[in-house]
């Protein structure tokens, strides 16, 4: 996972360039690198890359769209895994 970080970074920073702010593709990305940083409980990392996702899945497929409401589950996953982090007894 540690090697994966600076690869998902250049490459939303290849595709912002390459694809413009609002592509679908850049969005999955995004996401995909959500996910990585959720896995690695770094739910403040990863709170807004997912929101950015969802918010171009909704422009650009509609909000019935898998992919929107594959970030809108990932959305709450987030939320939910840093909700429980923060339970006392919980690392």
């Given at each position: 996972?540690d090697?994966?970080?600076?690869?998902?970074?250049r490459a939303?920073?290849?595709g912002?360039?390459?694809?413009?702010p609002?592509?679908?593709d850049?969005?999955?990305?995004?996401?995909?690198?959500?996910?990585?940083l959720c896995t690695?409980?770094?739910y403040?990392?990863a709170r807004?890359?997912?929101?950015?996702?969802l918010?171009?899945?909704?422009?650009k497929?509609?909000?019935?769209?898998?992919?929107?409401?594959?970030?809108?589950?990932?959305?709450?996953?987030i939320?939910?895994?840093?909700?429980?982090?923060?339970?006392?007894?919980?690392?």
């Amino acid at each position: 996972y540690d090697e994966a970080e600076p690869l998902f970074k250049r490459a939303i920073a290849i595709g912002e360039k390459s694809l413009g702010p609002n592509h679908p593709d850049l969005a999955t990305l995004l996401n995909n690198f959500a996910k990585l940083l959720c896995t690695r409980r770094k739910y403040a990392e990863a709170r807004p890359l997912v929101r950015r996702a969802l918010k171009n899945f909704e422009a650009k497929l509609g909000a019935n769209h898998a992919y929107t409401k594959y970030a809108r589950v990932l959305m709450v996953d987030i939320e939910a895994c840093s909700l429980s982090t923060k339970r006392p007894g919980r690392r």
